[in-house]
């Protein structure tokens, strides 16, 4: 792979075989679960192992004992030439873990294991830094989300009064201030499905009365963090719908399913 020089960083812990998923298809976890005969981790592996923008993969998770136990897992990380990592208790904490290692100036896209449609044109977009930008966040419009896949459900943050926007587990660190910003994911990890309170966190109660009134738009809320953390942040609009759907849920998994039946 010839690019860039982006590190792709791929969270795969779980719950092992307690994950509504892995329970569903009988998995050893969620990241191991077959779509349409093909493993999640695996989809993801081949799709960045086509991106021009990614040299090197780093998996962090799942646990070590299916890293011993599974040699088809073992066999993938070769594969791909990936390189694999413990996680840690959870997603924030693994990325910051595996960021720990990490040269500081070395860009770094990181999505997770359970992104079974990502594609490389995704990734090339988030690949694109936009001038003075530190952090990209991957979105999506959630109109367009429901256009595509009226059956779906995707938790969206309404601001505006445009329908709101859907995240996608994609976000690109362009530079090295960007990790600062980890600190602050265990509250959107606790939070994710009370918007209203992740941007009470992170924006302040000026940012959740303007929000609450619906007068917050994108722009202003991305402009609102940057100035409270010090770091730049934007959201990249991804144009694939299918960049805000992963594999949370049974639902979401033969959802995908059927996506990628339609592909073939």
Avoid at 51 to 61: K, N
Avoid at 179 to 185: A, C, D, I, K, S
Wanted: proline share 6%; aromatic share 4%; hydrophobic share 40%.
């Amino acid at each position: 792979m010839n690019g860039i020089g982006y590190t792709a960083l791929v969270l795969a812990g779980d719950r092992g075989p307690a994950d509504a998923v892995a329970r569903h298809v009988g998995a050893p976890c969620k990241a191991l679960s077959p779509v349409n005969g093909v493993m999640l981790i695996e989809r993801v592996l081949d799709t960045l192992s086509r991106c021009p923008d990614i040299t090197s993969i780093q998996v962090v998770g799942p646990q070590q004992r299916l890293l011993d136990t599974q040699p088809r897992l073992a066999q993938l990380l070769q594969r791909y030439g990936a390189s694999w990592t413990p996680p840690q208790a959870s997603p924030s904490r693994s990325a910051a873990a595996a960021l720990a290692h990490l040269p500081a100036t070395q860009p770094i896209l990181l999505t997770t294991a359970d992104h079974a449609l990502l594609t490389p044109s995704m990734v090339a977009q988030m690949c694109r830094a936009p001038a003075n930008t530190d952090l990209g966040v991957g979105m999506v419009r959630h109109t367009d989300v429901m256009s595509a896949y009226p059956q779906t459900r995707r938790t969206a943050i309404r601001l505006g009064r445009d329908g709101g926007y859907c995240g996608c587990n994609l976000f690109a660190l362009y530079r090295a201030s960007a990790r600062e910003l980890v600190t602050h994911w265990q509250q959107v990890e606790t939070r994710r499905k009370h918007p209203a309170r992740v941007i009470a966190g992170l924006l302040g109660w000026g940012g959740i009365f303007r929000y609450g009134l619906g007068r917050l738009s994108l722009t202003a809320a991305f402009d609102r963090l940057s100035r409270r953390t010090g770091i730049r942040v934007r959201p990249i609009m991804l144009i694939e719908p299918e960049a805000a759907i992963d594999v949370d849920s049974v639902d979401d998994l033969i959802e995908v399913e059927r996506i990628l039946a339609s592909r073939t």
